[in-house]
Each structure stands twice: as structure tokens, then as C-alpha cells.
């Protein structure tokens, strides 16, 4: 009986998370109507979407799963690609952007998934900085290949290029014909990509990615995965798979990933492998362990902190950046050492809460 | 012949990462921690020898040294600033925070000394001519090579004979053991950060003779070579460290020259997961069974 009023009551958070972000979709938009949205906070909108999923699908794998990866935005990298290409190469096909948009993340979402599962094979034997040094590795071959990779497309299809030992320097070496479209062009990446990704379309992104990540956690499968990070040896012991729920958190998180990746690819007129790199999935790393590892809404919280952040301290100009730094010192120093904790826990009753939202 | 040059210029950029690598190596070793902000002190290092050399009119030698004292009082600095109030914290925690130095010395760097980048010219010129001038080996590799061993064998000593030595290898073992041994942790963790920072002003200066573009970024992607490096070899291991810089070095020099430039980093990151999935500990790193 007691058992099934606490379920009830998790049940209740995951409804009241959802409306949270249903209402904070309505809110923004009636701002944005009556004009108390500027162009710079308006830009924003979309690329916190993707952080806020990118940051939730993170904490899959290093909250809930227990293993740190520091290459996450190598699946968003993959998504934001293989989304574009399929958008771009489908714009006679499917004149909707909707459609066209909502093919993106698929594609995204299953490409980043087939990555997520390949990478999480090695995975099965690494662990802890091992394993860590092996995503972040992952990450800067992804970054790499995208940035020697070449798509065109003409009337006979899709044309792929790959500059291995220089042997392709522009797009007119994949030997198309007559007017065929250049869609990736190696380094400088995407040009010329229509903007498809909206608000909305960020907000139901979101939608799904909470209700895949917390239904996952509160399942059977979820329940193996916390397990696996609390005791491998234990939970092994009492016949759980390791090798498929390691896996299996991998690829979920990447998929998301992926997705997020195709809504961010989708915002911007010219992509590039460059902006997926190291620094960026350290920045989503931060999200994640800012906002309390294996914590969803802490994540969400975190991502829209720390993404106005350097925005609002636009009026610092050159100290901005230093400011940014020091306020993450600050509040994962306030946040973790004993001491700084009893001393906040005096002053403010409910100090976790607090914490989190600093 | 023209292979063997590419092997001495892949063994000083691997002498580069292998110094860098002992610093990363030796702080995790003993502080459990990856401290991300050792590529941002190489930097540090390569400016204020920069600054010594152009702007102060100082000999090499001495500014070498001034870099080498400024990021041993930076290192000791930042460690007791932000990484020892949290030393009980979870390790992730204790990641953020070196990215928070990191994020900081970046920034830092920009204000002081600007987004342009300087031409740093290197510690030393010329080159030595071997076979009748059918190898050239530029002075500056040969001295870092030299520097490289001279460094592994003067830690390797250090931490085996000195007293401090002994304390931050009986502190990497157990720390609470050590203290209750009667050692100071918390001097020994310093103690190692400045050594560490000390190796970090002695790479910059090294890195940026090689690659003499000096920016407040230049230290980010040798410090990730370097961690890949000390992984490679089997992190918190010296001889690992030395082994897997080295050995990173040759294969990106290698694979720049025979297989593709573009892919030359691509090539090092697999065939470190290749070697990882093969020895999960690393090439000289202790595999430590779990017990149950």
C-alpha cells in the first residue's frame, strides 16, 4: 500500500515536470507575441531546447549509468549531419518543413543510436577514466571524418566523397552532374541550410526526451541500469545483463543526442563539425553535473542557467567569460566541500534546493 | 632517411606530450584527479617566456626559469584555491572545477595578453646536418629529446630515493594510511602540483618552439594529447607516461607523413582505443582485479 503511494507521488513530479515545460513554452511565446522578447534572447530559444536534452541524455549515461563520457557532442554532431543531408536532400520531395523537420531528428536520432552503439562496445570492458578518455576520443574521430567528409546530391541521388590523402578538394571532385547541390563541403561543413527547427518543435523534442528518459528510469530496464552503476559485481550476481543495459543506456542516450543534434543543425543557415567539439561536451558535461548527477530536472535547470548566463553578463563585455568561470568555481565549491555546505544549510533551511538553482 | 627524420621529429613532439603527461599523471597518482586546467598552465608557460625573452629582453635560460617559478607558484595557487576545499568531494565534481580553472586561465590570458597570436621564436635555432646534409635535425628537437630524458630521470629519482618521493608514493597508495603515518597529505598534494606545473613551463616553452603560434587556446589541444598519452601508457604510472607520450608522438608524426595529414589525430585516438580494448589498464598501468 505504501509502496504504491510513493510511485504515485514520483509519478505526480514527472506530471508536474511536464506541465512545467508545457507552461513555460506559453509563457514565452505570449512574451515573444507582446514584444518583451529581444532578437539576441529570441536566438537563444532553440539552442537551449537542444542543451536541455542534450544535458538530460547526458545524465543517461553518466548519472544513471554511472560512466563518465566526454564526447557527447560527437552524437550530436552525427544527428545535427545526417539530419541535414536528409533535409536538404528531400526539399523537392516534401515541400512541409514540419515533415521535413521532424524526418531530420529521426534520421538524426538513428544515426547518433548506431554510433552510441558502436562506441558502447568498448565500453564493455573500460571503465571509469578508461572509458572516459575512450568517448572523448571517439569524439575527435567523429569530429575529424565529418570534417573530411563531402555530400552532394544530383538527379541520380546522393553522391559521398571522403578526403582521406587530399584527393578531394571541392565538391566538383564527387564527379556530379551539370547543377548538382553541394550539401556537406568538408571543413567549412553546411552552407546555405534552411533554418526548419523552432520553439515548438524544441519544447516537443523536450516533451519526448523527458518522457522516454523518466519512464526508462522508473522502469524494469531502468531499475537494472542504476544497479549496474550502484554494484556491477552485485547486480551481475543476480542475473542482470550488464553487456545489454550498458548498451542499451548508450544508444538511448545517443539517440537523443542525435535528435537534439538535427533540431540544432536545423536552426542554423551553416554548420560545421568544429562547433561539436571538445569544449562542447564539456559544457554539456557541466549541465549535467551542475544540475545534480542523475537528477533530470536538475539538468533542465542547469542547461537554461548556465546558456543565458554569459548572455546576461554581456554587460561585462571582456570580463564575462571570467566571471562565468569563477561563478562555476564558486558554486561547485559551495555546492561540495562539507563546510561551505553546514555553513549554507545555516543560513538558508532548505540548502539543496537552493543549490541548485544558483 | 627520410623516414628516420620523420621518426626524431615524432619522438620530440612525443617528448612534448611525454613531459606533459608526467604532470598529468603524477597529480592523478596522488590526488586522484584529472586536472584539466595542465594544458592551460603550458600556456601560461609558453606567455611569460614569450614576455621574459621579447618584451623584458631576457636571456633564454633565466626566462625559462621565471616560467618555470610562475607556474609553480600558479599550480600551487589554483590547487589550494580550488582543489582543496574539495577534497572529499566526488571526482566529477572536482573535473568541473578544473574546467572552471581552465575556463579561467583561458580567459585570463585573452584580457592580459589578447586574442592575436604572438610568434614565439624558438629557445633555439639551427639545425645539425648528418650524412652529408641528407638529415637534417633541427636543435631544438634534439633538446627536447634531452630535456625528456633528463626529466624522467630526475623524477624517477626523486620519487624512488627522496623523502618527499617516498611520501607521495605512500600517499597515491593509501592516503589515509599515510596520514595516520605522519605525513603531511595535504603538503605532498602541493608539493606535486608544483612539480607538475613546473613540467607544464618546461613543455610550453618546448610546444610553442615547435608550433610557434601563441594563443590563450594553444595549451587545450597538446593538454588532451597528453592526457590521451597518459592514458595510454596507464594513467598515475611514470614510466607510462614517458612510454605512451612517446609512442603518441611517433604514430601522429608517422601517420601525418604516410597515411593522411587530415586524419592524423583521428589515427592516434584509434589506435589508442584499440590498444585500450586490448589492455584496459594501459601499456605499463596496473590492472587491479575486483574483489568481491
Request: net charge positive.
Amino acid at each position: 500500500m505504501k509502496k504504491g503511494k510513493k510511485i504515485n507521488g514520483a509519478v505526480l513530479k514527472d506530471y508536474l515536470t511536464y506541465a512545467a515545460v508545457v507552461l513555460a513554452f506559453i509563457v514565452i511565446t505570449v512574451l515573444d507575441q507582446q514584444g518583451f522578447i529581444n532578437n539576441s534572447t529570441r536566438g537563444l530559444l532553440v539552442p537551449i531546447c537542444c542543451y536541455i536534452v542534450m544535458a538530460v541524455s547526458l545524465n543517461l549515461t553518466v548519472g544513471i549509468l554511472g560512466e563518465l563520457n566526454l564526447g557527447h557532442a560527437g552524437f550530436m554532431s552525427v544527428g545535427a549531419f545526417s539530419g541535414v543531408v536528409a533535409s536538404l536532400s528531400l526539399a523537392d520531395a516534401i515541400p512541409s518543413p514540419v515533415l521535413r523537420l521532424v524526418i531530420a531528428m529521426v534520421v538524426g536520432a538513428a544515426f547518433a543510436a548506431v554510433v552510441g552503439l558502436l562506441i558502447g562496445l568498448p565500453v564493455l570492458r573500460l571503465k571509469g577514466d578508461y572509458l572516459a578518455i575512450v568517448t572523448l576520443a571517439f569524439g575527435e574521430i567523429l569530429k575529424e571524418v565529418i570534417n573530411a567528409l563531402y555530400v552532394g546530391q544530383d538527379s541520380a541521388g546522393l553522391h559521398f566523397g571522403f578526403n582521406f590523402r587530399n584527393n578531394i578538394s571541392s565538391i566538383n571532385d564527387l564527379h556530379m552532374e551539370e547543377g548538382a547541390k553541394a550539401i556537406i563541403k568538408g571543413a567549412q561543413g553546411v552552407t546555405g541550410n534552411e533554418k526548419l527547427a523552432t520553439f515548438g518543435a524544441g519544447i516537443v523534442l523536450i516533451l519526448i526526451t523527458l518522457f522516454i528518459v523518466m519512464n526508462l528510469v522508473r522502469s524494469r530496464s531502468g531499475r537494472a541500469i542504476m544497479a549496474i552503476r550502484d554494484n556491477r559485481i552485485a547486480a551481475e550476481s543476480v542475473g542482470i545483463n550488464v553487456t545489454k543495459y550498458k548498451l542499451m543506456a548508450f544508444a538511448v542516450s545517443a539517440a537523443l543526442a542525435g535528435a537534439a543534434g538535427a533540431l540544432y543543425g536545423s536552426n542554423y543557415a551553416s554548420v560545421k563539425a568544429s562547433t561539436f567539439d571538445f569544449n562542447q561536451s564539456i559544457l554539456i558535461l557541466m549541465f549535467g553535473v551542475l544540475g545534480g548527477l542523475g537528477n533530470i530536472r536538475g539538468s533542465i535547470i542547469a542547461a537554461i542557467v548556465l546558456t543565458i548566463l554569459p548572455e546576461a553578463l554581456r554587460s561585462f563585455e571582456d570580463l564575462r567569460m571570467l566571471i562565468y568561470a569563477i561563478v562555476l568555481i564558486l558554486v561547485m565549491i559551495a555546492t561540495n566541500n562539507p563546510r561551505v555546505k553546514t555553513l549554507l544549510g545555516c543560513i538558508i533551511p532548505r540548502k539543496k534546493g537552493s543549490s541548485a538553482n544558483e | 632517411m627520410v623516414f628516420l627524420s620523420y621518426l626524431i621529429s615524432g619522438l620530440s613532439l612525443g617528448s612534448v606530450y611525454a613531459i606533459i603527461a608526467l604532470g598529468y599523471t603524477m597529480v592523478y597518482g596522488i590526488a586522484k584527479m584529472l586536472n584539466f586546467a595542465h594544458g592551460d598552465v603550458i600556456m601560461v608557460g609558453g606567455y611569460i617566456c614569450f614576455i621574459a625573452t621579447t618584451n623584458l629582453g631576457l636571456p633564454v635560460w633565466l626566462a625559462v626559469i621565471l616560467s618555470m617559478a610562475v607556474c609553480t607558484v600558479l599550480g600551487v595557487v589554483i590547487e589550494g584555491l580550488a582543489y582543496k576545499p574539495l577534497r572529499q568531494a566526488p571526482s566529477l565534481a572536482v573535473l568541473i572545477t578544473a574546467i572552471g580553472v581552465s575556463y579561467f586561465l583561458q580567459n585570463a590570458a585573452l584580457l592580459l595578453w589578447g586574442a592575436n597570436p604572438k610568434m614565439f621564436s624558438p629557445v633555439v635555432t639551427g639545425t645539425l646536418k648528418l650524412f652529408g646534409g641528407q638529415l637534417t635535425i633541427s636543435y631544438v628537437s634534439l633538446l627536447t629529446i634531452a630535456a625528456c630524458v633528463i626529466i624522467m630521470v630526475g623524477l624517477t629519482l626523486y620519487i624512488n630515493k627522496s623523502k618527499m618521493g617516498k611520501a607521495m608514493r605512500a600517499v597515491s597508495e593509501d592516503k589515509g594510511a599515510a596520514q595516520l603515518m605522519g605525513i603531511n597529505v595535504n603538503r605532498t598534494i602541493s608539493t606535486t602540483f608544483a612539480i607538475g606545473s613546473a613540467l607544464a613551463a618546461v613543455a610550453g616553452v618546448l610546444y610553442c618552439s615547435f608550433s610557434p603560434m601563441l594563443m590563450p587556446t594553444t595549451g587545450s589541444m597538446p593538454g588532451i594529447k597528453a592526457f590521451t598519452a597518459a592514458v595510454f601508457g596507464g594513467i598515475g604510472s611514470i614510466p607510462g607516461a614517458f612510454l605512451g607520450g612517446l609512442l603518441l608522438g611517433i604514430i601522429e608524426s608517422l601517420a601525418k607523413a604516410y597515411i593522411s595529414t587530415s586524419m592524423a589525430n583521428s589515427i592516434v585516438f584509434a589506435v589508442l582505443i584499440i590498444v585500450l580494448v586490448v589492455k584496459p589498464a594501459g601499456l605499463l598501468g596496473k590492472y587491479v582485479p575486483e574483489k568481491v
